[in-house]
């Protein structure tokens, strides 16, 4: 049996079962920004990091033989989707990169709780932005602080963007440039 999916923030995983063992391949263009990851969720929830994409010619590529039971022990069997963040970018100002660790950019004792998992992060002149995929059929990650984002898009996705000052403390916008647009 063998899947191809399109990976959030670019390319293809392509999974194959073969018995016991699952052959997963990711590819992506090689865009000279920076070093990417790869991570897998799966149907039951679970989160797993697959590994950082290499150079190989024009691409960026991945290849890992995984037991199909360390894949059900992670929660990632059967996969259900799979993203492929800008994990470490070149250029890191204004550039949307993967951070492993977003918690220890903030002050706030609850906000570290909330912001325990990887999350889209883009440094600015003043701060930095956190991004979260926005679907309307998941969780949203930072709820507490719904009031202090925005939408947006990020590689051509809907997101929930959040503004923080250097301190790390969340930044209100003016009054009327945060429309949270529904369909």
Known sequence: MER??????GGTLTIKQEGPRVRLEARRNADGRGLYK?????????????GTLAPEGEELRLSRILSLG????????????AE???AFPFEREKVWYCEPRPGHLVQDSLLQELLRRPMLCRRTGQGFELAAPFTGDSPIVLNTLLCF????????????????????????????S?????K
């Not at 790869?38 to 697959?50: A, N, S």
């Not at 992670?74 to 996969?79: E, I």
Request: aromatic share 6%.
């Open 4 to 9: 191809r999916l399109g990976m959030t923030g």
């Open 70 to 81: 360390k894949l059900e022990q992670a929660g990632c069997w059967p996969v259900r989707e």
């Open 84 to 86: 492929a963040p800008l």
């Open 149 to 176: 984002a925005r939408t947006g898009e990020v590689e051509g996705r809907p997101h929930l963007i959040w503004t923080f000052d250097q301190g790390g403390k969340p930044v209100m916008l003016g009054e009327g």
């Open 38 to 50: 790869v991570w897998l969720t799966g149907e039951p929830g679970g989160r797993l990091l697959l």
């Open 178 to 182: 945060n429309p949270i647009k529904r």
